[in-house]
């Protein structure tokens, strides 16, 4: 399987958290970084955040302000998106991709996830 696996995502109040993994395998393996970017209803895919294998660089959207975190386990090739005060807002379906350079547009990354949904009910 070369594609990451999202997994984590359910149904929540506001104010709940959530941690998601995206598991990555494959030619996944060779990639220098990994990125969560979400698609709410109506709207287009958008940036959330990123994180290097090598040495745990991370980049986060403004609007995640300070309540999502991103982290990785090199020994399992997984990587983590640890998201608390959750909004309605925030409801989406959160894909993980991989890819050979940092960066917060689409073009960054080769491999995707096939997603995993997130809903925040008010």
């Known amino acids: 399987q070369v594609q990451p696996v999202e997994s984590g995502g359910g149904l929540v109040q506001a104010g709940a958290s959530l941690r998601l993994s995206c598991a990555a395998s494959g030619r996944t393996f060779w990639s220098r970084v990994m990125g969560w970017f979400r698609r709410a209803p109506g709207k287009e895919r958008e940036f959330v955040a990123s994180?290097?294998?090598?040495?745990?660089?991370?980049y986060y959207a403004e609007f995640v302000r300070g309540r999502f975190t991103i982290s990785r386990d090199n020994a399992k090739n997984t990587v983590y998106l640890q998201m608390n005060s959750l909004k309605p807002e925030d409801t989406a379906v959160y894909y993980c991709?991989?890819?050979?350079?940092?960066?917060?547009?689409?073009?960054?990354?080769?491999?995707w996830g096939r997603g995993t949904q997130v809903s925040v009910s008010s």
């Open positions: 991709a991989a890819g050979v350079r940092g960066g917060s547009t689409e073009r960054d990354y080769a491999y």
């Open positions: 994180i290097t294998w090598s040495d745990a660089s991370a």
